[in-house]
């Protein structure tokens, strides 16, 4: 496996921004009562997009270790203790960046921004149920539980998924669609 | 008259309650009247962009006081968004705050978070495209991201200028620019403050900017005053200057190298037009 | 006045650099150590393997002159957590009569049964030994020695054709450019407060305050990209041409005290895999 030295800079940059989001509070967007939603995926996403699927597992893996050592340094959050167990932590993320650049790919010859948008769906929810799965799986919490967590969560977190993701990547790839200008 | 901006015993730390608490600003007084082009010279770390952050609303006094167009920043009543409005503030290396995909939009966006109507927004980010150079109806439809560094520093300085503010800081505005760049961006400072008698205060590491722009200076040292005077007096005077780290501009420090080597030419020239006059007289005066 | 301080928050990593056994460790006998035990942690089911786990990583931590309200301080943000998923599993995994479970207690939906005690009993034990471990290793390994640790380690995968050496790199860029993504978010941040931005505080849509963030988040990513963008050039043009062949600059020496530290948790690792047995 080979990786070029733009993907290493770029895989880089990306897990840095992964980390950073987590380590302040930008990374949480508060939703309700409380409850936030969480964007420190979309990095994975977007190496996925941008570099494929080995920059989007790079990025997931470094993702998931600093979940694990902030779970334990510095706990924040109700699931950290849990994060702690990296089969909880690292492994689901490991999959989001396969998960999103098969999507991405695979949508891309019919439209790039239905691509883009399906993708990052994709990613998220590659994140959000697996970890769910794997909290169960190790009897963290009840399923019944990660349920209702699942079910009110994941559509806010693909919502911002998608907007942020599409904003990113169309400016980045200079992609323009819809209106072709300035809305003045 | 009362100055525009006013600052008394202001002091400041990063990092408060926390173990890497850092001093910043210690007893800080100065005040700026309206339409004066004030500068702000000081070493790096030195508390510059700290003081000028205060200056637009954006820190809230810990110690001391500090009035904008009389307003009491630590008075927990007043619209600090509005002082916002009235104090634009330009940061160092402005281009990195460019988000819109098209230019127009990224220059509405000051307009648009003050909530003025639509036509009203067009106007401001025309004038505001023509006032940096950048003509209105070729640019507001360019993506932001396709334009050259020194096209996108010209459109983050626009977006400034839409809000139309009676007020300008700038953080080292010509950091970065090749020449032909920084003498664009000084004479649109010059226009600026000639026909819309801007307030501005600059803060840079570029003498020679200061020298053609500014009337006082306050000089920073560790978060405190450590010089304050006119321009012309501050600049005179190169070895308190240069015991902070600091330098004169070019030209200064030519004429007083000349005056070193025995030349007897007066002192005093802080830009290329003063400097050739003192030549000039000099040489008259010998023939 | 919103708080703009984003700096403050980023002492990630509660390095304390002390004098101590511990600390003079080579940082690969100390990653791996600390990786055995997790995995080890991980599908241990005794709960005297634990305790025992514990009171080494608490003789460890004595060795290391790591005051213990220091390494304790996590526990006193996590208790709450901790206790919620505690009570929960005690209450919600009441595991079937038929494998031996006796019922101990009932209301509702909620059973406390001999085996939940367990499954409680066993993972508070285990949240709170991973706890000390990884806060023991982050207290006595700086960010550089992870760094320099971590790619040696990964360096007889990069024989085996994994990109080690790249992901080695991959960790040391981000680590690096973390706090550098600190001061330009302060950065961005303010200058688009002072522009009239609010960042979505308050009484919005979900929506709009997602879409209220991208001033922020955007030109964050794409400062970003087009930093490492110069940087691969950088890399490039100062002859960077994938891992074969590079030399390293800092050489890592183990010395008996690591290989004691390894074999000390191999030695614990197997008691905790093995002991239900």
Redesign the interface.
């Known amino acids: 496996?080979?990786?070029?030295?733009?993907q290493?800079?770029?895989?880089?940059?990306?897990?840095?921004?992964s980390?950073?989001l987590g380590?302040?509070?930008?990374g949480f967007?508060p939703?309700f009562a409380g409850a936030s939603i969480t964007i420190m995926h979309i990095?994975v996403i977007?190496g996925a997009i941008?570099e494929g699927p080995?920059v989007g597992t790079?990025i997931g893996a470094?993702f998931g270790i600093f979940s694990?050592?902030?779970a334990?340094?510095?706990?924040?959050?109700?699931?950290?203790?849990?994060f702690?167990?990296?089969?909880v932590s690292v492994l689901p993320r490991l999959f989001i960046g396969v998960v999103t650049w098969a999507v991405y790919r695979a949508v891309r010859p019919v439209n790039e921004l239905l691509a883009l948008a399906l993708a990052a769906a994709a990613g998220t929810l590659t994140n959000t149920v697996l970890v769910l799965g794997m909290l169960a799986l190790r009897?963290?919490?009840?399923p019944?539980?990660l349920w209702t967590v699942g079910i009110t969560n994941a559509p806010?977190e693909v919502?911002?998924a998608i907007?942020?993701s599409i904003?990113?990547i169309?400016?980045?790839k200079?992609i323009?669609f819809g209106r072709?200008?300035?809305?003045? | 008259m009362v100055p525009f901006f006013q600052v008394q015993n202001l002091s400041h730390a990063y990092g408060r309650n926390t173990p890497f608490e850092t001093r910043s600003l210690s007893a800080v007084s100065l005040q700026v009247e309206r339409e004066e082009i004030v500068g702000l010279i000081g070493p790096t770390g030195s508390g510059k962009s700290t003081l000028l952050q205060h200056l637009c609303g954006l820190l809230r006094p810990q110690g001391g006081r500090v009035w904008v167009a009389g307003s009491d920043l630590a008075d927990p009543e007043i619209d600090v968004r509005s002082i916002r409005q009235r104090v634009g503030m330009v940061f160092q290396l402005p281009e990195d705050q460019l988000f819109a995909r098209y230019v127009g939009d990224d220059v509405a966006f000051g307009p648009r978070n003050q909530g003025l109507e639509r036509s009203a927004i067009r106007e401001r980010v025309r004038s505001a495209l023509d006032a940096v150079g950048l003509p209105f109806a070729a640019f507001k439809d360019r993506l932001t991201l396709t334009l050259s560094g020194g096209e996108r520093r010209k459109v983050a300085i626009a977006g400034v200028l839409a809000m139309s503010p009676e007020a300008l800081l700038l953080d080292e505005p010509t950091a970065g620019l090749d020449p032909a760049g920084r003498r664009e961006l000084l004479d649109l400072l010059k226009r600026c403050h000639a026909e819309q008698g801007m307030t501005m205060i600059v803060s840079s590491h570029n003498m020679d900017d200061l020298a053609e722009l500014t009337s006082r200076i306050y000089v920073l040292h560790n978060g405190r005053i450590a010089l304050e005077g006119a321009t012309r007096d501050i600049f005179a005077h190169a070895q308190p200057l240069r015991e902070l780290g600091l330098e004169v501009p070019a030209v200064t420090q030519i004429i007083d190298t000349l005056c070193a080597a025995g030349i007897p030419l007066e002192r005093g020239a802080l830009t290329l037009e003063e400097a050739g006059e003192a030549i000039l007289r000099l040489w008259e005066g010998t023939v | 006045m919103e708080d703009f301080e984003v700096m403050r928050n980023l002492t990630f990593g509660q390095y304390l650099p002390v004098e101590s056994p511990i600390h003079r460790l080579d940082p690969r006998s100390k990653l791996l150590s600390t990786g055995f035990l997790l995995v080890a942690l991980i599908v241990s089911r005794e709960l005297a393997a634990l305790l025992l786990a514990f009171f080494i990583l608490l003789g460890l931590a004595a060795l290391a002159r790591v005051p213990v309200g220091y390494l304790l301080k996590p526990l006193h943000a996590a208790w709450p957590f901790i206790l919620l998923i505690v009570l929960l599993q005690l209450a919600t995994f009441p595991g079937l009569p038929e494998a031996g479970c006796d019922t101990l207690w009932q209301w509702w939906i909620l059973h406390i049964t001999t085996c939940s005690v367990r499954i409680a009993a066993l993972t508070l034990g285990r949240i709170i030994v991973l706890l000390l471990l990884i806060n023991l290793l982050a207290l006595s390994t700086s960010l550089n020695e992870v760094i320099h640790g971590t790619e040696h380690l990964l360096r007889p995968l990069g024989r085996i054709g994994l990109p080690a050496n790249e992901l080695a790199l991959v960790l040391a860029i981000a680590l690096r450019f973390v706090p550098l993504l600190g001061r330009e978010t302060e950065r961005i941040m303010k200058a688009q407060a002072a522009r009239g931005a609010d960042f979505g505080r308050g009484r919005w849509g979900f929506v709009q305050r997602v879409k209220r963030l991208l001033p922020l988040l955007i030109p964050l990513f794409i400062t970003s990209l087009e930093r490492a963008e110069d940087l691969a050039v950088a890399m490039e043009s100062r002859c960077y041409g994938g891992s074969k062949g590079r030399s390293h600059w800092v050489q890592l020496q183990a010395n008996s005290a690591d290989y004691c530290a390894l074999f000390l948790a191999v030695i614990v690792s197997a008691i905790l895999v093995i002991s239900p047995w």
């Open positions: 496996m080979k990786m070029s030295t733009r290493i800079a770029i895989a880089g940059v990306l897990s840095a921004i980390i950073f380590v302040t509070r930008l967007i939703f990095p977007l941008l080995l790079i470094i694990l050592v902030q334990a340094i510095a706990p924040t959050g109700v699931v950290d203790p849990a702690q167990d990296p089969l009897q963290y919490y009840a019944a539980i806010f919502a911002a907007i942020i904003a990113v169309t400016a980045w200079r323009e072709k200008g300035a809305d003045l």
